[in-house]
């Protein structure tokens, strides 16, 4: 069972920045794709960023293009997502997810994901 833990949340003002972290204890953490997801009140999770585990594709949400950035340390067992320009309607709970270890293929599709964090809130607020 892989476990997943982010990180780095907080309360940012509009136009802000934040790193998130998702990290895992597994050995072979290298071999999952990873995808960060967001869920608001009332809404469904949303797929936002997820970067693959074979060549380290990486796929956006339309809505955070050209301002999120994800990347992976696998030395770190770490996948990062850079935020930058934060809006108010980035604010949500952020999870980090994980498909089935042979699935290294980066989908912004909620079902391909088995594996999930707790979550971490972000707040874009003035």
């Known amino acids: 069972q892989l476990q997943l833990v982010e990180f780095g949340g907080g309360l940012v003002q509009p136009g802000g920045s934040l790193r998130l972290s998702c990290s895992s204890s597994?050995?072979?953490?290298?071999?999952?794709?990873i995808g960060w997801f967001r869920q608001s009140p009332g809404r469904e999770r949303e797929g936002v960023s997820c970067?693959?585990?074979?060549?380290?594709?990486?796929d956006y949400a339309e809505s955070v293009k050209g301002r999120f950035i994800i990347s992976r340390v696998n030395a770190k067992n770490t996948v990062y997502l850079q935020m930058n320009n934060l809006k108010p309607e980035d604010s949500g709970v952020y999870y980090c997810?994980?498909?089935?270890?042979?699935?290294?293929?980066?989908?912004?599709?909620?079902?391909?994901?088995?594996?999930w964090g707790q979550g971490t809130q972000v707040t874009v607020d003035s």
């Open positions: 970067i693959s585990s074979s060549d380290g594709r990486t």
């Open positions: 597994a050995f072979n953490f290298d071999y999952y794709a």
């Open positions: 997810g994980a498909p089935q270890v042979h699935q290294t293929q980066c989908l912004l599709t909620k079902g391909w994901y088995d594996y």
